[in-house]
């Protein structure tokens, strides 16, 4: 009777810890995607402010950059307006293949 009653408690508590290492990994997910919740609301803000079409492709220049993680973006639209913006590197140009 003991050893089933220990082996009961040793499942109890593997269950829990289980439990808790999902809602570790749960809690994660959540925050990281809080903090894309959150640049998207900024960079929506920010376009928002944007007072001309040009002000407008530098924000979603930079807003691409902030919102991915990408050390460099630059955002062209038809009619010659350009933005362009650069994360936060210690590279002076990026080495990372282009992406159009």
């Known amino acids: ?3 089933f009653s220990v ?5 109890g508590t593997r269950a829990r810890e289980r439990a808790e290492r999902e809602l570790r990994v749960l809690y994660g997910q959540l925050s990281a995607s ?7 609301q ?5 376009l928002t402010d944007a007072p001309d079409m040009g002000a407008v492709v530098e924000v979603a220049a930079r807003g691409a950059v902030r919102v991915t993680g990408a050390t460099h973006a630059t955002l062209s639209v038809p009619g010659g307006l350009s933005g ?3 994360g936060q590197t210690l590279l002076a140009t990026p080495g990372a293949e282009l992406h159009p």
């Open 84 to 86: 362009t913006a650069r």
């Open 34 to 40: 809080h903090e894309r919740l959150r640049a998207v």
């Open 7 to 11: 082996e009961w408690i040793a499942e």
């Open 1 to 3: 009777m003991t050893f």
């Open 42 to 46: 900024e960079l929506m803000r920010d």
